[in-house]
Antibody, heavy 121, light 110 residues
Framework: QVHLIESGGGVVQPGRSLRVSCAAS????????MHWVRQAPGKGLEWVAV????????YYADSVKGRFTISRDNSKNTLDLQMNSLRVEDTAVYYC??????????????WGQGTLVTVSA | QSALTQPASVSGSPGQSITFSCTGT?????????VSWFQQHPGKAPKLIIY???SRPSGVSDRFTGSKSGNSASLTISGLQTEDEADYYC??????????FGGGSRLTVL
């Protein structure tokens, strides 16, 4: 069965960097687009970024553009999110979610359990 | 990338039918049939319950139905059950290859 397991969350000071990862198993990772979605404490869902199945294209929410970078390693079935210049408002649970096979539109049929990133002085 | 608009709360009694609304624009819901709905219980990851406006993933009850008209989408839950009490979110593709979520609606089963 499909499993997505995030890791790498923690407490970081404003302005610093952090990298969160998602390990995928149970499906052909290299054929699916992958997304990051976050949820601030007590708040709603916010889409963060998407990377195409082959890594050829990436798109970001305006709130993170220029600061966050999504990447993937299809040989290791891993998805990463490099977060630079972190702000207090980036505090959230970060989820990885599966997109569509070979496709552009989102699907989000499987989610990880999330990893908490806290940005605080 | 403004969030889709959802009512903050919806309530109903067991056995009733309730409908959630999700309002967007001509650049998201109005332009794509890639509207999804998610159910989220406290402390859990979201669960996909409707995709592509009205399709249900395998294993999701047929009590959940989705539809779309113009720039708005709807999720209807029929035969309301206590375990349906949760937060519900809509999402849509947008014209600039991004995704937008609604602010979420909390369902209370009275």
């Amino acid at each position: 069965q499909v499993h997505l397991i995030e890791s790498g969350g923690g407490v970081v000071q404003p302005g610093r960097s952090l990298r969160v990862s998602c390990a995928a198993s149970g499906f052909s990772f290299s054929t699916y687009g992958m997304h990051w979605v976050r949820q601030a404490p007590g708040k709603g869902l916010e889409w963060v970024a998407v990377i195409y199945y082959d890594g050829s294209k990436k798109y970001y929410a305006d709130s993170v553009k220029g600061r966050f970078t999504i990447s993937r390693d299809n040989s290791k079935n891993t998805l990463d999110l490099q977060m630079n210049s972190l702000r207090v408002e980036d505090t959230a649970v970060y989820y990885c979610a599966r997109g569509r096979i070979f496709g552009v539109p989102p699907l989000f049929d499987y989610w990880g359990q999330g990893t908490l990133v806290t940005v605080s002085a | 990338q403004s969030a889709l608009t959802q009512p903050a709360s919806v309530s109903g009694s067991p056995g009733q039918s309730i409908t959630f609304s999700c309002t967007g624009t001509s650049s998201d819901i109005g332009d794509f049939d890639y509207v999804s709905w998610f159910q989220q219980h406290p402390g859990k990851a979201p669960k996909l319950i409707i995709y592509d406006v009205s399709s249900r993933p395998s294993g999701v009850s047929d009590r959940f139905t989705g539809s779309k008209s113009g720039n708005s989408a709807s999720l209807t839950i029929s035969g309301l059950q206590t375990e349906d009490e949760a937060d519900y979110y809509c999402s849509s593709s947008t014209s600039n290859f991004t995704v937008v979520f609604g602010g979420g609606s909390r369902l209370t089963v009275l």
